[in-house]
């Protein structure tokens, strides 16, 4: 049994994820960080964390079905982190016989630095010829491609709500599968106006979540933060994960 964890930056911060597993193991061995790895110590179970900072539900989505194609394990717990629906991102693809030198000057991506701040490369999941690489949020080209001078400003509601659809989707597979699931908020408006409405469908669909977000949470617990977004990794996350999460989680591990 492991725990598998999707999310953003307030699930990536202060633990291990899969483009770097071991770094918090071995820097800090022993000192308490970040949500899902001290659920993990708490629960004894080994984590493998898909979450990335700066991810949207977009994101997620696509790591979820890398997740699912490569490593899905009939007896994982899921811990799936709820985070903005959108962000502004854009994913290429790259032709893994282009020279690696040709692709750092003419487009600016270092293959052999596969994770960066505003951008990740993996391979693809459909073709082994290429590699996909996504754009995050932050990166200075993402506005140029994902809205064009000759389109202007153009709305992504209808992407909003299909992204909350695939989510869902997924988190019913994951039940339906029979996998043991838990699904945290990051903040009170990750979803914007959507957010009563999903709690709904998830109370529907018999999924369990955790109504306490952790942002808020931890403000109100006085708890130190990093920055206005973002709980400190190491004095506030454990606490959350202990008295907020672990509870549900153990509950859910324990069910039969």
């Known amino acids: 049994m492991r725990l598998v964890s999707f999310g953003c930056s307030l699930s990536r911060q202060g633990c291990d994820n899969i483009e770097y597993p071991n770094y918090y193991d071995e820097n800090f061995p022993d000192t308490h960080t970040g949500v899902i790895r001290t659920l993990s110590r708490l629960s ?7 979450s990335l900072s700066s ?3 977009e994101i997620i989505i696509n790591r979820f079905n890398q997740y699912m194609i490569n490593d899905y394990k009939k007896d994982d717990v899921i811990i799936w982190q709820m985070t903005s629906y959108e ?6 693809r790259i032709k893994k016989s282009l020279n690696k030198k040709f692709i750092k000057s ?16 993996h391979n693809d999941c459909w073709d ?13 080209n993402v506005d140029k491609v994902f809205y064009p001078d000759y389109l202007g400003y153009k709305s992504t509601h209808y992407r909003h ?5 695939n989510t869902l989707a997924a988190q019913k597979t ?10 945290w908020f990051g903040w ?16 529907k669909e018999n999924i369990t979540y955790i109504p306490e977000r952790y942002l808020e949470w931890a403000i109100s617990n006085n708890l130190p933060q990093l920055d206005s977004v973002h709980p400190c990794p190491f004095k506030a996350a454990p606490i959350y994960a202990e008295k907020v999460l672990y509870p549900e989680l153990k509950r859910i591990i324990e069910a039969t």
Not at 193 to 201: F, H, L, P, T, W
Request: zero cysteines; glycine letters at 4%; a negative charge.
């Open 44 to 50: 004894n179970l080994e984590y493998v964390n898909y």
């Open 55 to 57: 991810a949207s539900a």
């Open 87 to 92: 962000r502004k991102s854009y994913e290429l």
């Open 106 to 121: 003419e487009i600016g991506i270092d293959i052999d630095n596969f994770l960066k701040a505003d951008y990740y490369v």
């Open 128 to 140: 082994d010829d290429y590699y996909s690489v996504s754009l995050l949020s932050h990166n200075s």
């Open 161 to 165: 709500e299909k992204n909350l659809i």
């Open 174 to 183: 994951i039940k339906l599968l029979g996998n043991k699931l838990l699904v």
């Open 188 to 203: 009170e408006g990750a979803l914007y106006d959507y957010n009563k409405k999903y709690e709904d469908i998830l109370k």
